[in-house]
């Protein structure tokens, strides 16, 4: 069955740092883009960052960029976010999701209908 499962997420301060991460299975990810999405309380969902394996074409939200880095386990079907200097604003259930032929820019994270396969999410609470 092919689905993908995020974790690593957690409660952390201000100014703190969490990996999450996104496990694929029954697929590889090799054609596939993987984004992490994530929405907070009262608003809608809103694209994080991109990877796409096969070029290691990447893309951060503005909101994010400088703080956050995507990277790849191709050989573990991993891929990874890790978020360093967290706000309080960062506070928000985070997703990853992967679909096939799609180029990560900001357009490729707004068409979140293109992204077949979601995972659970992971909560994640910035907060002293």
């Known amino acids: 069955q092919v689905q993908v499962v995020e974790s690593g997420g957690g409660l952390v301060q201000p100014g703190g740092s969490l990996r999450l991460s996104c496990a694929a299975s029954a697929f590889t990810l090799d054609h596939f883009a993987i984004g992490w999405f994530r929405q907070a309380p009262g608003k809608e969902r809103e694209g994080v960052s991109c990877i796409r394996s096969r070029d290691d074409n990447t893309f951060y939200a503005d909101s994010v960029k400088g703080r956050f880095t995507i990277s790849r386990d191709n050989a573990k079907n991993l891929v990874y976010l890790q978020m360093n200097s967290l706000k309080p604003e960062d506070t928000a259930i985070y997703y990853c999701?992967?679909?096939?032929?799609?180029?990560?820019?900001?357009?490729?994270?707004?068409?979140?209908?293109?992204?077949?396969?979601w995972g659970q999410g992971t909560q994640v609470t910035v907060s002293s």
């Open positions: 999701a992967a679909g096939p032929n799609i180029y990560c820019s900001a357009y490729g994270l707004q068409m979140q209908n293109r992204y077949d396969y």
